[in-house]
């Protein structure tokens, strides 16, 4: 009786196993179609991002496709931010442990969008690149009409 205790809940911890591998591997095949349509993009747990020229679109990972999707342009901000455990820190040296988001201060707002990562590091990289971007996209001329 106990051995056969013991493998059922062998046999329960398996079936929820790959339960929750079917939910992740759903989430990214709707991330992986979700993505299709930027030219850079990531998926983590806490938050998909998605750059189309100076445009960011972001939400949460969901099985079907992200949900809370807010977007917002790279000539609306007035700067970006690595927060580290909600506080900010250098993006060239970033510490090694705490929960990373990426700021973004909007100019003509009052507003404040936060993007969590997972990694620290691949949020570093992220601000990077997205400094570099903004800063283009501050230097060229906006055509009027």
Same mark, same amino acid.
């Given at each position: 009786? #106990?051995? +056969? *205790? &013991? =493998?059922?809940?062998?046999?329960?911890?398996?079936?929820?196993? %790959?339960?929750?591998?079917?939910?992740?591997?759903?989430? /990214?095949?709707?991330?992986?179609? =979700? %993505? #299709?349509? &930027?030219? !850079? %993009?990531?998926?983590?747990?806490?938050?998909?991002?998605?750059?189309?020229?100076?445009?960011?679109?972001?939400?949460?990972?969901? !099985?079907?496709?992200? /949900?809370?999707?807010?977007?917002?342009?790279?000539?609306? /901000?007035?700067?970006?931010?690595?927060?580290?455990? +909600?506080?900010?820190?250098?993006?060239?040296?970033?510490?090694?442990?705490?929960?990373?988001? *990426?700021? &973004?201060?909007?100019?003509?707002?009052?507003? /404040?969008?936060?993007?969590?990562?997972? #990694?620290?590091? *691949?949020?570093?990289?992220? +601000?990077?690149?997205?400094?570099?971007? =903004?800063?283009? =996209?501050?230097? #060229?001329?906006?055509?009027?009409?």
């Amino acid at each position: 009786m #106990e051995r +056969g *205790l &013991f =493998w059922l809940s062998l046999l329960v911890l398996f079936f929820w196993l %790959a339960g929750a591998g079917w939910n992740e591997y759903q989430k /990214v095949e709707a991330y992986r179609r =979700w %993505a #299709e349509q &930027f030219d !850079r %993009a990531k998926y983590d747990v806490y938050a998909v991002l998605g750059q189309i020229g100076s445009n960011l679109t972001w939400g949460k990972p969901t !099985r079907k496709e992200p /949900v809370e999707q807010q977007s917002f342009s790279l000539q609306d /901000v007035e700067s970006i931010r690595l927060l580290v455990d +909600g506080e900010p820190v250098e993006i060239d040296s970033p510490p090694s442990k705490g929960s990373p988001a *990426l700021e &973004f201060r909007l100019s003509e707002q009052v507003t /404040v969008i936060k993007i969590p990562f997972t #990694e620290i590091s *691949l949020a570093a990289q992220w +601000g990077k690149h997205l400094q570099q971007e =903004w800063q283009r =996209w501050q230097m #060229e001329p906006t055509e009027e009409a």
